[in-house]
Structures are given as C-alpha cells and as structure tokens.
C-alpha cells in the first residue's frame, strides 16, 4: 500500500532519502485524503470495508540515530561571556540573568512571579522541619512551577 512505500522514505529530487518527519506528514496526509475521498459527496469512490490503518514504523537510518546521540545538550555560556553580558547589563537585565542562572526561570516564570514568592531576608520558613540552618541573611523563592505543556 501507498503508506508502507511512504514508511521507507524513497528518495526525492533533491535528496537520497526524505526525512522520518515528511514521511509521517505524507502518511497523514494520504490517510486524511482517504477519509475524505470516502465522504466527499462528489466521488462514487467507498473505502473498503477491511482497509484499516495500522500504526507504522518509519525507520531511521544508523546514521541518523547515530546524528541524534551526538547532538550537543543545551546551549550554554561561559564564564567569560557572562561577565560581559554582567557588565553591559542595566540592573534589571542583571535581575533577569540571575533569574535564569540561579532559578533557572524563563521569560514566562520571572514573568508570572508573584511579590508573595519572593522572601527577602529572612530564615528559611522550613528550616526546622528539614534540618538546614538558615539565618536574617538568607533570601528564598518559593514558587511552584507548572509542568512542561501546562497551560499558556
């Protein structure tokens, strides 16, 4: 069927092989067209009854399971390229570094922070409860994150 010959990944004008990405599209798109042509009042055409669409499996060259693990992780700065953005920072470019650095907080997390997360100078309002030693001079957020895909 048309979908086993997409799941292989022909080549195309201007390359070997199609990527695993526009091969699934492809299929998606040659499913959805059959649903249609199956429904569209104009064409006489009926699905038949023991066509079904089983999940398939596009399979990735060696090369390019090998390309994936050999991706470097996330972007990061040095130490050196840090002091520079330190010292031409405004001191509310500065908050939003140290955000992201220490917090790890995005664009949206410094965004959605609240006056009630932020306890400046104070002791850890737990401490006792999981053994740390805090003092007056200590400063603590505490803010819970949604998960990745929450709501926007």
């Not at 390359?15 to 695993?20: E, K, L, N, S, T």
């Not at 060696?62 to 693990?69: C, H, L, N, T």
């Not at 003092?135 to 709501?151: L, N």
Request: proline share 7%; aromatic share 10%.
């Amino acid at each position: 069927m048309m979908q086993d010959i997409l799941a292989m990944r022909p080549g195309g004008k201007r390359v070997q092989r199609i990527a695993v990405r526009t091969a699934r599209n492809y299929i998606k798109q040659f499913r959805h067209f059959i649903r249609w042509l199956n429904m569209a009042p104009g064409f006489a055409w009926k699905r038949p009854a023991d066509l079904e669409f089983t999940s398939i499996r596009i399979q990735q060259t060696p090369e390019e399971k090998s390309a994936i693990a050999r991706k470097p992780g996330v972007q990061t700065y040095t130490v050196e390229e840090i002091q520079v953005l330190w010292e031409h920072a405004t001191p509310l470019k500065r908050l939003l570094l140290l955000f992201g650095l220490n917090c790890g907080y995005d664009a949206k997390m410094i965004s959605t922070l609240q006056p009630g997360d932020v306890h400046l100078h104070q002791r850890h309002p737990h401490a006792g409860e999981i053994g740390y030693q805090s003092s007056d001079d200590e400063s603590w957020i505490f803010r819970v994150a949604e998960p990745f895909g929450g709501p926007d």
